[in-house]
């Protein structure tokens, strides 16, 4: 659970900082510091679900175009994830809005993508310690 709550906030800093970089949009909530924390936590934990129901379908349907594409096909099938979270979202208050797929949904995919990479690499995960601690 507690790593679950860990990616929720890294998805959510991931697409705060892909809204600054790449002109998607999130709205609605209020308008205080609180209430844009929470409502970027409501799109990252929308976006995790997407990720851990959705995506792993995907995966394996796209299997072999992973394999012709050298593994670029990531940021397309990112940028899905994005685009329906997006479609997801238009049916709350909260809203991630994504204007153009190939502009700003991978170039999105790939803000995420990376910023994702890079706080994962800092957080801990705690399979991870849980996995060097039996180890030792």
């Known amino acids: ?17 892909a809204t600054l970089v790449t002109g998607i ?34 995966k394996v349907l796209a299997f072999p175009f992973y394999i012709v594409t050298l593994g670029l096909l990531t940021f397309v099938v990112n940028a899905l994830m994005l685009e329906l979270t997006s ?15 190939w502009w700003q949904a ?3 995919a790939l803000v995420v993508s990376f910023i994702s990479l890079v706080l994962n690499l800092i957080l801990p995960d705690s399979l991870r310690e849980d996995r060097l601690k039996q180890r030792s």
């Open 1 to 17: 659970m507690r790593s679950f709550a860990i990616k929720v906030v890294v998805n959510a800093v991931a697409i705060w900082i």
């Open 25 to 58: 949009s999130v709205s609605g909530g209020s308008n205080t510091t609180s209430g844009k924390v929470l409502t970027f936590l409501f799109i990252g934990l929308l976006f995790g679900i997407v990720n851990a129901v959705v995506k792993p379908v995907v």
């Open 87 to 101: 479609w997801l979202s238009r049916h709350t208050d909260l809203q991630l809005r994504i204007d153009h797929f």
């Open 106 to 108: 991978v170039g999105a």
